[in-house]
């Protein structure tokens, strides 16, 4: 069902009590919001809906409404209500939506009002005009960023490992269907972590987010809050994934914003650098330097090939721009590996 401001204002408004037992709301609307992020091929932006709880007292609460498909809108109501229902949703200045309502019969999700910036339209104009200050900028972020993630990690691990090997076997499928890819690259870099003793090292798994991007974090001057949790860890099963995934998934958006004119490789790569040192000495135990070079390897091949599979967005419409970043991953696949 498409949702307009109107109908589900009418919905809402059925509703209110329950969020607001204590108060006297008197009325509710709803206005459409528009996502202000930098649009990419194939990308389709969420409903965003922004609830003015109109008071007793003539005073507003503002909170978000965010309009997806059925199994998507359950499945994000599911995650967020199993995060906070373990007392992950403040660690320190860092957040993460509160669940108000599953409106089953809109396909809304109702949360609490997040303030702040999406940190991907900051970044990428870091990235495109350069310059000490915006640098500064970027590195603090980047720092608060990493730390949010190596603090939620530790609050969330599980107690089973795993290996970087064993996941470097299971994309394997994937890996099969790439086109263009060089002969022996995925046998020799399978090779090359089998025999790496941080390639068969185990490490922690913790709950993951599964789409942790500049995209999906908003930034005030007080708190970081990671939104859009509908591939999350569900709960109590929170080993989902080793440690690392979200710090490379994160990375590796970074990285993709060499796809746009004018941003140089060489200071994407810089910026996802600065990410992935803060990560790896905050995460506990930390990690090695080596571990995360290899593993990133890994997750770039893993990347291009469900780029190749049409699962990310830059595959459903291939222009010059997105053939050209293609050839960039495959090229930092290559046996140099992604440092140079």
């Known amino acids: 069902m498409t949702q307009t401001a109107g109908n589900l204002s009418a919905r809402l408004a059925d509703r209110i ?15 459409r919001v528009r996502d202000r992020v930098l649009p990419a091929p194939g990308w389709r932006t969420p409903r965003t809906f922004r609830a003015l709880l109109h008071l007793g007292g003539g005073g507003t609460l503002v909170r978000l409404l965010h309009a997806k498909t059925g199994p998507h809108v359950a499945r994000e109501y599911e995650r ?14 860092f957040r993460i939506p509160q669940p108000l309502d599953l409106m089953t019969e809109s396909d809304t999700l109702v949360t609490e009002h997040v303030s702040g910036r999406r940190l991907l339209a900051r970044l990428a104009l870091s990235l495109l005009v350069g310059g000490r200050r915006l640098g500064r900028w970027r590195r603090r972020r980047m720092i608060h960023v990493a730390e949010w993630l190596a603090r939620f990690q530790r609050a969330t691990r599980g107690g089973d490992r795993t290996t970087l090997a064993a996941y470097v076997d ?15 690259l995925y046998p ?3 090779n090359e972590v089998h025999r790496n003793r941080w390639g068969r090292r ?3 798994q913790a709950a993951v987010h599964k789409d942790f991007s500049a995209r999906n974090v908003l930034y005030d001057e007080q708190q970081v809050t990671v939104v859009d949790w509908e591939g999350g860890s569900a709960w109590p099963d929170v080993r989902t994934g080793p440690v690392f995934l979200d710090a490379l998934t994160f990375s590796t958006n970074v990285l993709a914003l060499a796809r746009l004119p004018g941003v140089a490789w060489d200071r994407a790569r810089r910026a996802a650098d600065e990410f992935l040192d803060v990560y ?13 070079r290899l593993a990133e390897r890994v997750f770039f091949l ?13 595959s459903p419409k291939r222009g010059r721009a997105a053939d050209r970043f293609a050839r960039r991953l495959v090229r930092c696949l290559d046996d140099g590996g992604l440092r140079q």
């Open 80 to 93: 967020l209500t199993g995060l906070w229902q373990q007392g992950f949703g403040r660690v320190g200045p």
């Open 17 to 31: 009590p329950a969020y607001y037992p204590d108060l006297a709301v008197r009325a509710a609307t709803v206005e």
């Open 202 to 204: 185990p490490v922690m």
């Open 170 to 184: 299971a994309i394997a499928p994937k890996v099969a269907r790439v086109p263009g890819l060089p002969d022996g």
């Open 302 to 314: 893993e990347y291009l090939a469900d780029y190749a599979s049409g699962r990310h967005a830059l």
């Open 280 to 292: 790896r000495r905050r995460a506990r135990p930390p990690l090695a330097a080596e571990l995360v």
């Open 188 to 190: 020799h870099l399978r």
